[in-house]
């Protein structure tokens, strides 16, 4: 049995740009729908509610499958690429100074 734990800086929406987050525009990203694996009987069989977003250019992907909603975790997993894109572009500043 395994356990990963996500830490991400909050920005309030990330999704949003006048809150100060940067939206990564939806032909950069690839979102894919697949059957969650795991423990919760029939529901997890009949629904496609884990979510797997590619960002295109870099290759960065988020799987999230921890709601049983596909929105909540469309919504989390967009967070997450973002907060990872965002890490990637600045490791990438820091290292061409």
Do not use: F, W, Y
């Not at 729908?33 to 295109?56: E, P, Y």
């Not at 999230?64 to 690429?81: M, T």
Request: aromatic share 0%; with cysteine; proline share 5%.
């Amino acid at each position: 049995s395994a356990c990963s734990v996500a830490v991400l800086p909050s920005h309030g929406n990330d999704n949003h740009p006048t809150n100060g987050g940067n939206l990564l525009p939806p032909a950069e990203l690839k979102i894919e729908t697949m059957r969650a694996s795991g423990a919760g009987g029939q529901h997890v069989n009949t629904t496609d509610s884990a979510v797997r977003i590619t960002h295109l250019p870099t290759g960065i992907t988020a799987a999230i499958q921890d709601e049983r909603s596909q929105h909540k975790n469309k919504e989390k997993a967009l967070k997450l690429i973002a907060a990872r894109v965002r890490d990637h572009v600045t490791a990438q500043e820091s290292r061409a100074r």
